[in-house]
Each structure stands twice: as C-alpha cells, then as structure tokens.
C-alpha cells in the first residue's frame, strides 16, 4: 500500500505512487513471466529496445507501482531523464527476449529511484457497472415514475402525441445518472451491451409508438440492461497525473511509513 496512502473521495483514490511498489514488483519471483507476456503483447516491427521499454512502461499500472508512463508529465520528468541515464548503446541495439528482460530491469529499478525522490500524484478511479444501480431505480416505483415522467415530456412528438423510437437512446441517456449507468458513448464496453438491447427492442427502425408504449420499451432496454450486467459485470478504471507541484503534492500525502 506504499502508493496508495493517502485521501480518498469516492469514487476518486489520490495515490502517492513513490517506487516503492515499483521495486516490491520488481522483485517479485512472477516479475520475469510478467514481463516476458508483455514482451509478447508489443508489436513493434524495426523498433529498437528502447521503444520497447518505453512501451513496457506504458503497459504498467499502479497495481505495479508504475504511474501513467503516457502522461507528459511521467515522460519528461521520469521516463526520459532514466532512459538517459540509464542510456549508451545498448537501448538502441536490436530487440531480443532476453536482451529486453535485463535492460528493462535496469530502467525500472531506475524509475524506482526517481519516483522515491519525486513522487508522482495520481487520481485513480475505478467503476464497476453490475446492474445494482438500474435495480435500485426499477424497485423505487416513485422515483422511477418521476424521472420516465421527465423524460417522456421532453421526448418530442407528432401531431398525434406519438414518439419515435429513435429516441430511446436519448431517453436511456437521460436516465443514465439515476440508474448507476454511464451515457451511451461514454465506455465502450458498455456501449456494447446497449446495442445488443437496442437491436433486440429494434430502437432504429424509425416505427412511432404511443407514451405507454414507448415507456414500456425504455423500461423493457433498462431491464435487459441490467441483467445482462448482473452476468457480466463491466470493471473500468482510469489513472490521471496530478499536474501540480510535486513537492506540494507530496507533503500532502502521507506515504505508508508514516500511516
């Protein structure tokens, strides 16, 4: 928990990510296998072992006590003054198995010794969309009609008080936030599961249905939303560098030896 002391508002953690973890990985007996399946996971034709390090790097999180090595904050502060460092002929020589292993060893251990020095602030979120929000709206009858109320009132209408199915995505848009779910576009895992149910319900066909009708359907796409979550729960989580002063920063954060 080196990294992760500190604040956390949910469902944001502030993480002090100080190579502390970096080297625990480092040194663990899996820390070889892990890197070898992330060798094989670059797919860089002509690139050099530096590119691939780099690319390495980007691959760890802070499960591993890595801060976004994409950030341009990591990269100028950390990533490159260590590949400079760490340098010479060797990172730009050709790409081996083994040659990547032992070189890429030495800069972590490197960025290691950086971020003991200048911590990196990260804001690491972590959503897990497994139905139970749409549930809890679906078993408040009241809250429920309330909010398919507003939405049915803004949902536009022909001459006959009749709505386009077409707006079942705007509608589902709309209940989103009371229903523990992200907006269509948001995540792309999610995004999936809502086509599926907007194909089965044919949400594009353009067909006019009546109010009741039409909140049947959303309530029928909610439904079919939640159950396929309570199968197949949808885990998503970001990291972002605090871009402030680190040492700022860092005096606001305790590390883990003083918790």
Sequence with gaps: ??????????????????????????????????????????EMPNASLRDYIIEALKKL??????????DPLVMSNVVEPVLRSCGGHSLNAPVSQEAFLVEFKKVAEAVARRLKEQP??????????????????????????????????????????????????????AVASSAGIPPYGAIPEMDKVYNDVFQMVSADDGQLVKEDEFKKLLLEILGSIMLQLEGNSISVSSNSVVHEPLAAASSLLPSASEM
């Design 1 to 42: 928990m080196g990294m992760a002391a500190g604040l956390k508002r949910d469902p944001i953690v502030i993480l002090r990510i100080d190579g502390e973890d970096l080297m625990e990985f480092i040194g663990r007996p899996s820390f070889e296998s892990e890197m070898v399946s992330i060798y094989f996971q670059i």
């Design 61 to 70: 999180d802070f499960n591993q006590g890595m801060p976004p090595a994409a």
């Design 120 to 173: 990196v602030i990260v804001a690491h979120s972590e959503n897990n969309f497994d139905g139970s929000g749409i549930k809890r709206l679906m078993s408040n009858k009241f809250e429920l009609d309330k909010i398919t109320g507003e939405v049915l009132r803004a949902v536009p209408k022909d001459k006959h008080g009749k709505m386009s199915k077409e707006y079942l995505r705007v509608a589902l848009d």
